[in-house]
């Protein structure tokens, strides 16, 4: 399980926890609460051997601009992970690393001059890339949901709004 966790000024981190290996330990839901508890002990410089396994089972990341922290999400045919870097008319999508934890490609786009990037993006089993907005007017009525469908390739993305 990777969870973005991002602070008031964009800037965050990304944590990879091995979900499996923490069931071994007892630990379900809670595991960023054994991170911070592990991390209280060893600041007290009691960190117990369980204390340590579960820590093999969790991995932070370094800090970097991290966008919008909802956007986070895995495309199940690459085993990719992306994020959306940028939500504005000229939008960026950005692929982070699994093993380091940071981003290491970054594709810049415009979708449409009156379409923004969404701030939300999963992927189906095929690796379609999903995200949707909400009308500000003309055509849909303002508040209305658009849901938007593409793919994100090496070097381009291509969305189209479902209809």
Do not use: C
Not at 19 to 26: I, S, T, Y
Not at 53 to 72: C, D, E, M, R, Y
Not at 113 to 141: Q, R
Request: charged share 20%; proline share 3%.
């Amino acid at each position: 399980m990777y969870v973005l966790s991002t602070a008031h000024n964009n800037r965050g981190f990304i944590v990879k926890y091995n979900v499996a290996g923490l069931k071994k330990f007892g630990v379900t839901s809670g595991a960023k609460d054994a991170l911070a508890q592990a991390g209280k002990d060893k600041e007290a410089n009691q960190l117990t051997a369980k204390d340590k396994a579960i820590l093999k089972n969790v991995k932070v990341g370094p800090v970097f601009a991290t966008g919008h922290g909802q956007s986070l999400a895995r495309n199940p045919k690459t085993g990719q992970l992306w994020f959306v870097g940028a939500r504005a008319i000229h939008s960026n999508v950005q692929q982070v690393s699994t093993k380091t934890l940071k981003p290491i490609k970054r594709i810049n786009f415009t979708l449409k001059s009156t379409v923004p990037m969404g701030e939300n993006l999963t992927f189906d089993k095929k690796g379609n890339a999903y995200f949707y907005t909400y009308s500000s007017g003309g055509w849909a009525p303002k508040g209305t949901v658009k849901i938007y469908k593409g793919k994100i390739k090496a070097k381009s993305v291509k969305f189209h709004l479902i209809m």
